[in-house]
């Protein structure tokens, strides 16, 4: 039998079926543990058959792990397409597919649901439990009757560990349960406006497979789409998988997806812990869980009942995968939904420039949104020029006016910054001094660490290496060290000051690290006036009535750059943040600060909005043939040493340069752009260099690649760099 490994070679590997057992093609899709070298590895048959040298004696597999094919039907063969289209070995691929648990060999776990109830000694104690404290809370919860764990997700933030408290105690204790008893009465939603139902009625239509762009504005209502199309999937009696970017999976988007359905929806994500992640795994697979609403990796769930996928902010960049082997699960769901013959409904107020080319092409239905449900009406947006003006911590006297006035209306207030920290840089002013990451920093290129704690700690925010903050300049000894520009702990420093009778929150990767970190925040801010301060973290996926001022600090960064995707990624950050203001029934206002107020990026949104500035955007990459007109390619490589990436891409460019050609009016048909070193040249101490494969066609492209390969594994060069290939970059660094 012929097993597919988790090891970076583009090759099966022979081996005898263990314990004396005989493998068949029922085999196939099966776990197996094998030995490899003086490890033992757990791998997926992939093939039954002879070997590929008769004349070698067959190691012996060491046990099975499953009684029956794991991965298997559709899944199984849209993983071989995932391994084609990435040019991937199939191993790694089938192992990014399996959660953690089972990628190690673990069992099949059990699929029962979890709760937790007080025991009599908890009812005595609890009188006697410290009042306010949380295990006197979680006992509190729990007297009235037992709460499954979904539920106390929602009711009590951080509730795991005064429940270990008070199981330690003896006071509490937990039990599975049927997911099935979990359900509860589904309830009824807001009625839809007409173009929700027209929405509605296209999913509905679809017999089979077919690509819907849900195309709405913000506070459209995109959701309660969504919620109608599963509801009528699950009266139809099958599955269906919601993918959420992974900051738009909060216990308030879960409750409300359990409230409304009646059914158990069961969450998989980063925050889970690998035994229920493979639970959930395997609920999938069973078809017991029968709606599934997670992040990237959720795409790879078996879906036996599948009858929709739904990926929601398709646009957003963190379906992206940037390691391993570079997927997107937004593609991938498209081409899991056709071999699944499901349709897929695809939902932004931003649609990427990828999807809106194939609503325009045809090759997906182009269903929209054009206004707010409910009452809510668009937000005003203003540009203020910031010139020549003074600003406190990056905010303009305007802004700090408006928000002022906000906050004695009544109001919320968001301050967009996207950079994290107290300041990006730490700078000596009498001999210009800056502070430099030691682990990503060259000669040529060096990388300064960003600010935190108000001055007193340096972090860099690539590698996370971390620092104090010297008392004195390392060059020159002078007192003189000064942070140097603006980040989201100066802003919540300077507003704290100033509106010290209101909440001001600081929401960013810093502050919210821990799990449920972000629900509590919100919750300490509920619907009285408050600052929060932010990064994109809060551009999407969240839903405040009561905030009515935006301002957005330092969009300036995002103009120029070298990176073709910038201004699309910077519009859409803009109509997304934008769109946080005035979504129920109080107007709201956004305020844009820039030092380039005529750039033409800002002129087309404000004037004509995303679509105007897709549209211009869609004819210079046409033009220019890049994506999604022309497909890219993206050869990366990296080492200890500088020289070993650079020696690997240039060995690299000779093996593909023979296959560039013109096409029937004498354009090329391939284009290499590079070796050059990476954007960020140096990274947690490692060397970076990339190639940039060109190609007039998708198909074209594929060929040469799959007939370019074999030779690039086979450099000596390659044994000396870690490489890897990225199919459809999305981030070129």
């Not at 794991?70 to 691929?93: I, K, M, N």
């Not at 790879?300 to 995968?321: C, N, R, T, W």
Request: hydrophobic share 45%; proline share 8%.
């Amino acid at each position: 039998m012929r097993v597919a490994l988790p090891v970076p070679l583009p090759r099966l590997f022979d081996y005898a079926a263990p314990g004396g057992s005989t493998a068949g093609p029922g085999d196939v899709g099966r776990r197996v543990r094998v030995p490899f070298g003086p490890r033992e590895l757990v791998g997926v048959v992939a093939e039954v058959g002879p070997a590929d040298d008769a004349t070698q004696a067959l190691r012996t597999a060491l046990e099975w792990l499953d009684d029956g094919p794991l991965l298997q039907g559709e899944l199984a063969a849209s993983l071989r397409w995932l391994a084609r289209y990435t040019h991937a070995p199939l191993g790694e691929v089938l192992a990014t597919a399996l959660p953690a648990a089972l990628r190690r060999g673990e069992p099949l776990p059990d699929t029962h649901a979890w709760a937790w109830q007080l025991t009599e000694a908890g009812r005595t104690a609890l009188p006697g439990l410290k009042a306010g404290g949380r295990p006197h809370r979680l006992a509190t919860l729990l007297a009235p009757q037992a709460r499954d764990e979904d539920a106390l997700d929602l009711a009590l933030v951080g509730w795991r560990t005064p429940a270990r408290t008070l199981a330690t105690r003896g006071f509490a204790e937990r039990f599975a349960v049927p997911a099935s008893q979990l359900a509860p009465a589904p309830q009824a939603g807001p009625p839809l406006h007409a173009e929700q139902q027209r929405a509605v009625d296209a999913v509905a239509a679809c017999s089979g497979f077919a690509a819907l762009l849900l195309d709405g504005v913000t506070g459209s209502g995109k959701t309660e789409v969504y919620l109608q199309a599963i509801a009528d999937c699950l009266a139809r009696g099958r599955q269906a998988l919601v993918l959420v970017p992974e900051i738009g999976l909060t216990p308030q988007t879960l409750a409300r997806f359990r409230a409304r359905l009646g059914v158990p929806v069961h969450a998989l994500h980063s925050g889970l812990g690998d035994g229920e992640r493979a639970r959930v795994w395997t609920a999938a697979a069973r078809g017991e869980a029968r709606v599934i609403v997670g992040t990237r990796s959720s795409v790879f769930v078996p879906l036996p009942d599948a009858g929709l996928i739904v990926v929601d902010e398709e646009h957003d960049g963190s379906y992206k995968q940037q390691d391993g082997i570079r997927y997107h699960a937004r593609d991938f769901a498209l081409v899991r939904a056709k071999a699944l013959d499901v349709p897929v409904l695809l939902g932004s107020a931003t649609p990427s420039l990828e999807s809106l080319q194939n609503a325009v092409s045809g090759r997906y239905a182009h269903l929209r949104l054009t206004r707010r449900a409910g009452a809510a009406k668009p937000p005003a947006v203003r540009v203020l020029d910031v010139r020549k003006r003074p600003l406190e911590a990056g905010l303009s006297p305007e802004s700090l006016a408006a928000i002022s006035a906000a906050l004695a209306a009544g109001g919320q207030v968001l301050v967009f910054k996207n950079r994290r920290g107290y300041a990006p840089v730490l700078l000596c002013h009498d001999c210009g001094w800056s502070a430099h990451c030691p682990r990503c920093s060259t000669a040529e290129h060096p990388h300064p660490m960003t600010v935190h704690a108000g001055g007193r700690r340096l972090q860099c925010h690539h590698c996370g290496h971390r620092a104090s903050a010297p008392p004195a300049c390392p060059d020159c000894a002078s007192l003189g060290l000064q942070p140097q520009g603006v980040g989201t702990e100066r802003i919540e420093e300077l507003l704290a000051a100033r509106f010290a009778d209101v909440p001001v929150l600081r929401i960013d990767r810093g502050s919210t690290r821990r799990r449920y970190a972000l629900e509590g925040l919100f919750g300490t801010l509920g619907d009285a006036p408050g600052i929060l301060i932010g990064t994109q973290m809060l551009a999407k996926g969240h839903d405040l009535p009561n905030l009515t001022l935006v301002c957005v600090v330092g969009i300036d960064e995002g103009l120029f750059s070298a990176d073709f995707r910038a201004g699309e990624k910077l519009a859409q950050l803009l109509i997304q943040v934008a769109g946080r203001a005035g979504r129920a029934d109080r107007p709201g206002t956004v305020l844009l600060q820039t030092h380039h107020p005529e750039h033409p990026l800002l002129l087309t949104l404000i004037s004509g909005g995303y679509h105007a500035f897709a549209a211009t955007e869609l004819a210079q990459r046409e033009a220019a043939g890049f994506p999604p007109f022309a497909p890219l390619a993206l050869l990366r490589a990296e080492s200890q040493q500088a020289q070993p990436p650079m020696a690997f891409l240039q060995a690299a460019r000779r093996v593909l340069a023979p296959h560039a050609g013109r096409d029937a009016q004498g354009m090329p048909t391939l284009l290499l752009d590079g070796p050059v070193v990476a954007p960020m040249p140096r990274r947690a101490g490692v060397y970076r260099a990339q190639l940039l494969i060109a190609c007039d066609q998708r198909p074209r492209l594929h060929a040469i690649l799959d007939a370019a390969l074999p030779d690039i594994y086979a450099l000596p060069e390659a044994r000396r760099a870690r490489w890897s290939l990225d199919v459809d970059p999305v981030d070129l660094y």
